[in-house]
């Protein structure tokens, strides 16, 4: 059986953590934190293949951590989602200038949010 891909979320609201996770498909090993500050950890610890940030966050933002593994070589390849309510113009700017590589805004679709993670991982879309 092939590995499963790895989806590490990062968001202080735990519901929101919970409608990522029962998004995902099966297929799916997701890994949930509600802060940055086992952030760089579990990275080495998982090397998932996507990372979904919210933006507003208890000590450092979604940006600072994206900037943070933009930082290392190492984790460069890793695709970054932002997934949060803001939804001005002057956050899409700072999501590129942070090379986040995709954004979705809150309440999400579970649908929309599957076809991008298998597009942001290079998957097939999967149904479920």
Same mark, same amino acid.
């Given at each position: 059986?092939?590995?499963?891909?790895?989806?590490?979320?990062?968001?202080?609201?735990? *519901?929101?953590?919970?409608?990522? =996770?029962? =998004?995902? #498909? /099966? *297929?799916?090993?997701?890994?949930?934190? #509600?802060?940055? $500050?086992?952030?760089?950890?579990?990275?080495?610890?998982?090397?998932?293949?996507?990372?979904?940030?919210?933006?507003? @966050?208890?000590?450092?933002? &979604?940006?600072?951590?994206? +900037? $943070?593994?933009?930082? +290392?070589?190492?984790? /460069?390849?890793? #695709?970054?989602?932002?997934?949060?309510?803001?939804?001005?113009? *002057?956050?899409? /700017?700072?999501?590129?200038?942070?090379? &986040?590589?995709?954004? @979705?805004?809150? #309440?999400?679709?579970?649908?929309?949010? /599957?076809?991008?993670? =298998? +597009? @942001?991982? &290079?998957?097939?879309?999967?149904?479920?």
């Amino acid at each position: 059986m092939a590995a499963k891909n790895v989806v590490l979320a990062v968001d202080d609201d735990a *519901s929101a953590r919970a409608a990522i =996770a029962a =998004a995902l #498909p /099966r *297929s799916y090993q997701f890994l949930g934190l #509600p802060d940055g $500050r086992e952030f760089v950890e579990t990275v080495e610890a998982y090397e998932p293949d996507l990372v979904i940030l919210d933006l507003h @966050l208890p000590g450092e933002d &979604g940006f600072s951590l994206c +900037r $943070r593994l933009r930082g +290392r070589a190492e984790f /460069r390849h890793i #695709p970054i989602l932002f997934l949060t309510s803001m939804k001005e113009e *002057s956050t899409w /700017r700072h999501l590129l200038e942070a090379h &986040g590589d995709a954004y @979705l805004t809150k #309440p999400f679709d579970a649908r929309v949010l /599957r076809d991008t993670i =298998a +597009r @942001l991982v &290079g998957d097939q879309p999967a149904a479920g």
